[in-house]
């Protein structure tokens, strides 16, 4: 297997900063367009002031939970947060080199396939590195979701019950519902992920 070059680390880590530093912005926006300090959002989300001031600076690497909640908080979507761009609508294939991609602090990769705002859906391939997964405890928000295991096994945990999926396995749930993903496995896992902005 090829190593990335120097030059391509230095790439990915650029790609990587401004892409924090993009989602902080939105979400100092989508705050201060509301009126609504650190501390307010903090309340709603259960992420510190200061874990938040961090994110909004391009500082901190928030995990896939926390800009969820914190989404939630400010009564928007996570992918408006991601800030990926729009996909046109004839445009019928979107290749893999093409998909934004964005890695938590939890070493969780999103790749963003397909974003159809009008449809309020969202497509996505996560990668979960072993030993880590979409936050330390559970969380709730808007809408509903899908996810399918391409390759290893997942934890999913639905208000406190925890389902063990393995390749080819298939959840729903309202997202409402209090959740939690994780991978407490040694190896990379692989799902596919639809998140509906309504339950």
Do not use: C
Request: charge should be negative; proline fraction near 3%; hydrophobic fraction near 40%.
């Amino acid at each position: 297997m090829d190593m990335p070059s120097e030059g391509g680390l230095d790439s990915v880590a650029d790609a990587t900063a401004s892409a924090l530093a993009a989602i902080g912005n939105r979400i100092r926006e989508a705050r201060l367009g509301r009126g609504m300090t650190l501390q307010a959002i903090a309340q709603v989300s259960g992420v510190s002031p200061s874990m938040l001031s961090l994110v909004e600076r391009g500082r901190a690497s928030p995990s896939i939970g926390s800009l969820i909640v914190i989404a939630n908080a400010l009564g928007i979507t996570m992918s408006e947060l991601v800030a990926t761009p729009e996909v046109r609508e004839d445009r019928l294939v979107v290749h893999s080199e093409d998909a934004p991609i964005v890695e938590t602090a939890k070493h969780v990769v999103r790749r963003m396939l397909r974003e159809d705002r009008e449809r309020g859906v969202s497509v996505a391939l996560n990668e979960y590195e072993a030993h880590t997964g979409s936050a330390e405890r559970p969380i709730s928000h808007e809408g509903f979701e899908y996810g399918f295991i391409l390759e290893g096994q997942l934890t999913v945990e639905v208000d406190g019950i925890s389902h063990q999926l393995k390749a080819g396995d298939l959840i729903a749930y309202d997202s409402r519902r209090q959740h939690k993903i994780w991978n407490h496995g040694g190896g990379k896992v692989r799902t596919l992920w639809f998140n509906l902005d309504r339950g």
